[in-house]
C-alpha cells in the first residue's frame, strides 16, 4: 500500500516538473507566518491586501469548482480556498498536490460564510513534495517504540507532542535565567575528558586521532566546574550534555542534558535555599503552577520542602543502621530484596543499592534528603559535627532523584584518599567507581575555597510531565532494526577499520550517586 502512493507520488513529481516546476524549490514566496495574518487579520482583509503564505497541507475537501484546503506553518493554521473562477489552473494543482506537501499561496484574507478565516487563493506555489502520507490525524501513531523511532511524524502527528517540547525548552530558559539574575555566569567546558570522573558512571570511550589519545565522553560536567572556581571564577555554571553507559528505563538514558552549578564561599545549606526558590521559579515559569501530578498524585511544589535523614530513613525501612551495618549485612539484605548484587560491590554501593530500592520510592513530594553517609559521598565534604555523615543533600520527588548537592571536598589529601578507595573499587572488577584524576588532584592544591555545587538533569522535566525521560528527547537512542540498510552497515564496518582503538561496553545502569 505505501509502496503505491509513493510511486503514485513519484508520478506527480514528474507532471511538475514536465510544467517546469521545482517539485523542491529553494524558496518560496512568503509575506509572513500564519500568525501574523491571524494577528493582522482585521487589517489586512479590510485592505484588500494581498499577501502570501506558505505551510504544509494538512487536509483538502474538494468540492468540485472549490477545493478547501488547510494550510499549517509553526505559528499556525489557516484554510486556503481555491476557486475554479479565479484560479484557471485549478485542475492542474488538484493533480499533483497531496495532504503533506508543501506550498505557498498568493491571495486576499476573507472570512467564509460559515465564519472561518481564509486566504482566497490567486496563486500558488509549489514547495515541496512529501512522498510518504501523513499519519492519520485522529489515530496518529499509537506505536511508542515507533513514535520515538520516527519522531519526526510523531511531531506531526501530535500536537500536544510539540507543546511538551516548546515547555522544555522553556524549562532550560527559565534554569539559565535564574542562575543569570542570580549572578552566575554560564560556562562551556570540553566533553572529551582523559578521566570521567565527577560522578559513579560508566563512561563511553573513543579514540582521538590527531592525537591519537583515547578520550571518554564527560559523565559529568563536576571536575571541570571546579577547576573553574581554582582559577577565581566564584559563580558558574554549565547546561549541557554529559554521557553514561549505563541501562535504558523509565528514567535513565544515555546521553542527556545536565546542569551544575557551583557557589564559592557558601555551603551546601546556602545552596539548599537558593535551589528551592529556583526550582519554585522553573516550575511555575514551565507549567504555568506549582501543582503539578505524577501517576496519579498532586504534587505541590509549594511551602517549605522538610527534610529527610537518610540514616534514620534507611534504617526504619530495614532494620539496618547503614553506617553501623558491615559490609556483608548489607549483602545479605540486597539479596533479600531481590536485587541480585554482584559480589564485587562494596559497602558504599550496596547502601546506596539499597536505599534506591527501600527509601526512595516512598518519597513522593519534593523533600531535602540530608545525612547520607560519607561513604556514599566520594566528592563531599565530611560534617564537622560527625565525620561519617557527608555534607550533601539530595532533592527527591515523586519517589526519585532530582537533584544532588555538596559541601564540595577542597582538601587535596582527603581528595586523594577518596580517590585511592574508589580506584580500589575498580581493581575489584568496579566499572563505575572513580578514576584517580592528578589534574584534578593538581588544581585543588592550588587551593579551592570553600564551595557548594548542585547538579540536576533533564529528569526534572520528565517528572513534571509525568513521563518516562526517553518520551522528553526528541531523538533517544534507539535499537537498530533488523533491516538496517547494507550501506550503514557497511559504513559502521569503515568506523571499526578506521577506529582499531574501538570498546565494546557491557551497558550496565549506574548505581552511583552521579552529580
Not at 549572578?183 to 590527531?210: D, I, M, Q, R
Request: hydrophobic share 40%.
Amino acid at each position: 500500500m505505501l509502496d503505491e502512493i509513493m510511486r503514485e507520488r513519484r508520478k506527480k513529481i514528474d507532471l511538475l516538473r514536465e510544467r517546469g516546476i521545482d517539485p523542491y524549490p529553494a524558496r518560496v514566496e512568503r509575506t509572513g507566518d500564519m500568525l501574523d495574518a491571524l494577528d493582522e487579520f482585521a487589517k489586512w482583509s479590510a485592505e484588500g491586501r494581498e499577501i502570501s503564505l506558505a505551510g504544509r497541507v494538512r487536509s483538502l475537501r474538494d468540492q468540485g469548482k472549490i477545493i478547501f484546503a488547510d494550510l499549517e506553518d509553526e505559528t499556525g493554521k489557516i484554510q486556503a480556498v481555491f476557486k475554479e473562477d479565479v484560479l484557471s489552473d485549478l485542475p492542474f494543482w488538484r493533480s499533483v498536490v497531496d495532504v503533506g506537501d508543501f506550498i505557498s499561496v498568493t491571495g486576499v484574507l476573507f472570512v467564509t460564510k460559515r465564519g472561518e478565516k481564509s486566504i482566497d487563493v490567486r496563486k500558488v506555489q509549489f514547495g515541496g513534495k512529501a512522498l510518504k502520507p501523513l499519519p492519520d490525524k485522529w489515530d496518529g501513531i499509537q506505536d511508542v517504540e515507533l513514535r520515538l523511532r520516527e519522531r519526526y511524524v510523531d511531531l506531526l502527528a501530535h500536537a500536544d507532542v510539540r507543546e511538551m517540547f516548546v515547555r522544555k525548552s522553556l524549562f532550560w530558559a527559565s534554569v539559565r535565567e535564574f542562575l543569570e539574575n542570580e549572578g552566575f555566569l554560564e560556562v562551556e567546558t570540553s566533553a572529551l575528558e582523559p578521566e570521567a570522573g565527577g560522578a559513579e558512571a560508566e563512561p563511553f570511550k573513543t579514540h582521538h586521532n590527531a592525537l591519537d589519545t583515547d578520550f571518554y565522553l564527560r559523565i559529568a560536567l563536576e571536575l571541570q566546574l571546579k577547576k573553574l572556581v581554582v582559577g577565581g571564577f566564584d559563580k558558574v555554571f554549565e547546561i549541557g550534555r554529559v554521557f553514561r553507559n549505563e541501562g535504558i528505563d523509565r528514567e535513565h538514558l544515555q546521553d542527556f542534558t545536565f546542569m551544575e552549578c557551583y557557589w564559592a564561599y557558601h555551603d551546601y545549606r546556602e545552596l539548599m535555599k537558593m535551589l528551592q526558590r529556583m526550582f519554585r521559579f522553573v516550575i511555575e515559569h514551565t507549567m504555568g503552577t506549582l501543582s503539578t501530578h505524577w501517576r496519579g498524585n498532586e504534587i505541590d511544589w509549594s511551602g517549605e520542602w522538610p527534610e529527610v535523614d537518610y540514616v534514620s530513613e534507611f534504617t526504619q525501612a530495614n532494620g539496618l543502621n547503614p553506617i553501623h551495618a558491615t559490609r556483608d549485612q548489607l549483602f545479605m539484605k540486597a539479596k533479600s530484596l531481590g536485587l541480585a548484587p554482584e559480589e564485587s560491590l562494596e559497602k558504599g554501593r550496596l547502601i546506596d543499592l539499597i536505599y534506591k530500592k527501600t527509601v526512595r520510592p516512598k518519597l513522593i513530594q519534593p523533600c531535602f534528603l540530608v545525612g547520607t553517609p560519607v561513604i556514599v559521598s566520594p566528592l563531599a565534604k565530611a560534617s564537622a559535627e560527625n565525620p561519617e555523615i557527608a555534607e550533601r543533600f539530595q532533592i527527591v520527588a515523586c519517589g526519585t532523584e532530582l537533584g544532588n548537592g555538596f559541601s564540595e571536598l577542597n582538601d587535596p589529601d582527603e581528595q586523594r584518599k577518596r580517590f585511592e578507595a574508589q580506584m580500589a573499587l575498580r581493581a575489584k572488577g568496579d566499572a563505575e567507581a572513580m578514576p584517580l584524576d592528578e589534574d584534578f588532584l593538581n588544581a585543588l592544591s592550588y587551593g579551592l575555597p570553600p564551595t557548594a555545587g548542585f547538579g540536576m538533569s533533564e529528569r526534572v522535566f520528565a517528572i513534571l510531565v509525568d513521563k518516562p525521560v526517553r518520551e522528553t528527547v526528541f531523538f533517544p537512542l534507539m535499537r537498530r532494526t533488523k533491516d538496517e540498510s547494507p550501506a550503514k552497515k557497511a559504513s559502521a564496518e569503515e568506523v571499526k577499520k578506521k577506529t582499531p582503538t574501538a570498546r565494546k561496553t557491557n551497558g550496565k545502569k549506574s548505581i552511583g550517586n552521579g552529580k
